[in-house]
Structures are given as structure tokens and as C-alpha cells.
């Protein structure tokens, strides 16, 4: 399947190639063709799916086809203020040769500048839920024009504990309008949403979550909590560690296990809700430029963010929601590529452990010899059967793999 066939013309197929897009990702190339015929859509998709341009690029060829007065003709809302950032930017890919106008909205960040941005005129407005509403409510941003609504990461938005104020927000919107949802997981708080602000959609599913997780070569370590530290420090001096995003349970522990990288003479960042929008932003261009090869996060921060070519996800913690696992990985091996996920797990997170290869349905290989293998995690090194190794920086620890044999998963203590 290539661009060609998805009814786009010719300025976008030339957007498109600009861009450095070879081929459609199954997302865009079962949305393209229902959002140019102007139908409603409810797309079970992931980041990395490609779901932002299956969006963008017919909403981009619909509005050009159809100019007047300037006005919001769209509104994109989206949980998280750099995820917000990022669709801004792809639309801004997008509508290049276009004289469309678009700007992102959100918190963290003195209203000023996007108040002017608005005032400016906009066709397309991308926002978090809280600023948006600021902005409404000042009487800054009118959206009785709006044709084209886009709830991105509805699931996430529940989670986050948005779901009211996009209610609120959907409420004030135009009957008359294309509705866009996109969603990873569909609790049944986002179905019963979708049926009420969707008229007839197309259900459109890419990337099963296997799918995704298919392309990554996922390994498991059993270590002690207390020696976390030190073998991820041991996987960081392996040279293969080019650009490596590492999750922690907690804001806290982000922004200590970046301290002590740094002071290892590792240098990383933390990147988290408590930071302001500028450090965030620093930390994420410093990360995707190669200056700093260690990006530390928490769930919230790193939901949605574009992050291209990341060697390694490191589950420093493991999630205890098991859909956070898959997002988190999916980090790594985007739009095709591959990539390497290791997950720490201590004793008390086998229970997700459990539910995450529950999710996955298959088991996680486990790398049974490292430096710092947990004797009460790994009863298979009490037998002598695999010795730590000491040496550590000979030889990669992702190069010991083995598959579990079913009768040690079993015998995992709980
Ligand atoms: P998204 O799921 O929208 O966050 O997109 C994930 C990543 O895939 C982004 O870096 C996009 O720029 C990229 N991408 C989207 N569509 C394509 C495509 N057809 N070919 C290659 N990369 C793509």
C-alpha cells in the first residue's frame, strides 16, 4: 500500500515525501481514506502507530479545499503538554506549502505569547484541557466555527483525570462537526464517551499491542532493589547504550537516579510533570540532539513524546498498570524500526511482572546472568547452574540471553 492510494493530492504526497515518509502505516491507511469522507472515527491506536498524520494529513488536504475567514476550524485536545507540542509540530510538517496557521496551547507556560498566537488568527488549535478552558473562559479562543474535533489519548485523559474537563469542553462545541478519538485501550468509560460524541464512526484498530511489541527484544533482570542502581549503570557503560529512556515508578526517583548518573559521569536527565515546561523542553532537545545519551522518566511525562531512534528502554521499575508496560516499550523499534527493552524486576514487582506477560501473552526472556542477579528473585544461580559474572564490561549482559523454560517460570516465589 503506498500514499498513492489513500485520496491524497498532490501537495500532500509531496508533504508527505518531504517529511521522509516512504510508506503509510497501517493506522493511516485504514483512517485516511473514512476521515476524507468526512466520517466520524474511533481509531484504537498507539503512539508509534503513526496515528498523528493519519489525522493530520486529510484534516491538512480537507481545510485547504474549503478556505474563507479565518477562524479555529480545528481543535485537537491532547493529555500532555509536550504531546500537545509534538501533534503542533506535525501539523506544522504538514501545512507548509498551506497558508494555514496552527498553534499549540497549554499550561506550564505564561499565556501571553499563545493569547497573541490567537489573536493572530488560527486554523488550527492543538491544547491541553486546563489551558484551553483558561483561555475560553477570558473569552480568548471562540470555537462555535469548529469542523474537525480530535480527543488524542482519550484513555490517557481518563487516567490523568481530564475526563471531566473534556467533557465540559466537548459541550461547547458545534453539534455539526468530524470527531476524531483516538485511544490505546477502551475502558468502558471511553466507550460509553464515544458514543455520545461520535455520530456513526468508523472503528479503526492499528497495532495490537503484540504487534508492537513484536519488533522489540524485551529481557527481564532480577535484581535486588537495592542494586538497581548499579546494574543499570553497568548496562549504560555498554557502548550499545547509544540513547536510552529509563522509566521510574516516580517523579522522586527520576530526578535522584538522574543526579547520580550525572555524578557517575553518565550524563542523563530527568524529565517529569514537577519540572517547568522550559526544562522539559530542554531535556527533550537535548536527548533527541544526542547531547544527553540518558533521559530518566515517569509515565505521565513520557506518554506520547516523539522520540526517534532510542537504543534502549529500561524499565528501572517496573509499571504496575500492565498497558504501561507496552507503551513504555514502545518507545523503542518505532515506525518499523527495532529496539531493546530491559526491565529490572525485585521481588515485590512479580506480581506485574505477572500481569504484564498476562498482557503480552508470552513470557519475557530473562537474562539469568549479571553482575548484580538477585538470589531470591533467580532460584535457578542457587543450584549453580549460572554464576554472577563480575566482569560485567567484557561482554553485554543482553548477550546471556536464554529463554525461560516454563517449569522455572512456575517456579518463581511469589
Ligand atoms: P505517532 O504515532 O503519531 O506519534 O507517530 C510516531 C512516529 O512515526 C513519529 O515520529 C512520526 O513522525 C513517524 N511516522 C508517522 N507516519 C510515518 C510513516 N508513514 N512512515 C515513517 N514514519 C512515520
Redesign the pocket.
Known amino acids: 500500500m503506498s500514499f498513492q492510494n489513500l485520496q491524497l493530492n498532490s501537495e500532500m504526497l509531496r508533504a508527505v515525501k518531504r517529511v521522509g ?5 497501517p493506522i ?1 491507511v485504514r483512517a485516511i481514506p473514512h476521515i476524507l469522507e468526512g466520517r466520524d472515527i474511533v481509531g484504537c491506536a498507539q ?7 493519519a489525522f493530520a494529513l486529510p484534516i491538512v488536504q480537507m481545510l485547504k479545499s474549503a478556505r474563507g475567514k479565518r477562524r479555529i476550524r480545528v481543535l485537537v485536545l491532547a493529555p500532555t503538554r509536550e504531546l500537545a507540542a509534538q501533534i503542533d509540530e ?1 501539523f506544522g510538517k504538514f501545512s507548509r506549502e498551506s497558508a494555514l496557521r496552527h498553534t499549540a496551547i497549554f499550561g506550564g507556560v505564561g499565556q501571553q505569547p499563545q493569547v497573541k498566537a490567537l489573536q493572530h488568527g488560527v486554523d488550527i488549535v492543538v491544547a491541553t484541557p486546563g489551558r484551553l478552558q483558561d483561555l475560553m473562559n477570558q473569552g480568548y479562543i471562540r470555537l462555535d466555527q469548529l469542523e474537525y474535533f480530535i480527543l488524542d489519548e482519550a484513555d490517557r485523559m481518563l487516567d490523568m483525570g481530564f475526563i471531566n474537563d473534556v467533557k465540559r469542553i466537548i459541550k461547547r462545541l458545534p453539534k455539526a462537526r468530524q470527531t476524531m478519538l483516538f485511544s490505546a485501550t477502551m475502558p468502558q468509560t471511553i466507550q460509553d464517551l464515544s458514543r455520545s460524541i461520535l455520530t456513526d464512526p468508523v472503528k479503526v484498530e492499528a497495532n495490537p499491542q503484540s504487534t508492537t511489541v513484536e519488533s522489540i527484544e524485551q529481557s527481564i533482570y532480577f535484581v535486588e532493589g537495592g542494586d538497581k542502581r548499579a546494574l543499570l549503570k553497568h548496562i549504560l557503560r555498554d557502548p550499545a547504550s547509544k540513547r536510552v529512556l529509563v522509566f521510574t515508578r516516580t517523579k522522586h526517583r527520576a530526578n535522584n537516579l538522574a543526579k547520580q548518573l550525572s555524578r557517575a559521569r553518565i550524563p542523563a536527565e530527568a524529565i517529569h510533570g514537577n519540572k517547568s515546561q522550559t526544562a522539559r523542553t530542554r531535556a527533550l532537545a537535548r536527548f533527541k540532539s544526542g547531547h544527553t545519551p540518558v533521559l530518566v522518566a515517569t509515565d505521565i511525562a513520557a506518554r506520547g513524546l ?1 522520540i ?1 531512534d532510542v537504543t534502549h528502554v529500561i524499565n528501572f521499575d517496573l509499571p504496575n498498570i500492565a498497558e504501561s508496560y507496552v507503551h513504555r516499550i514502545g518507545r523503542t523499534a ?2 518499523g524500526a527495532s529496539g531493546i527493552a530491559y526491565s529490572f524486576c525485585d521481588v515485590d514487582e512479580r506480581k506485574y511482572l505477572r500481569e504484564i506477560e498476562a498482557l503480552i501473552q508470552k513470557p519475557i526472556e530473562v537474562v539469568s546472568e549479571h553482575p548484580y542477579a538477585s538470589a531470591i528473585a533467580a532460584p535457578k544461580r542457587q543450584n549453580g547452574v549460572s554464576k554472577p559474572r563480575h566482569n560485567g564490561a567484557s561482554k553485554p549482559p543482553h548477550q546471556n540471553r536464554r529463554r525461560r523454560p516454563r517449569r522455572n517460570r512456575q517456579a518463581r516465589p511469589a
Open positions: 515518509y516512504s510508506e503509510p502505516t493511516q503512539t508509534g502507530s503513526g496515528k498523528t498524520a506535525e516523539d526517534s518505532r515506525a
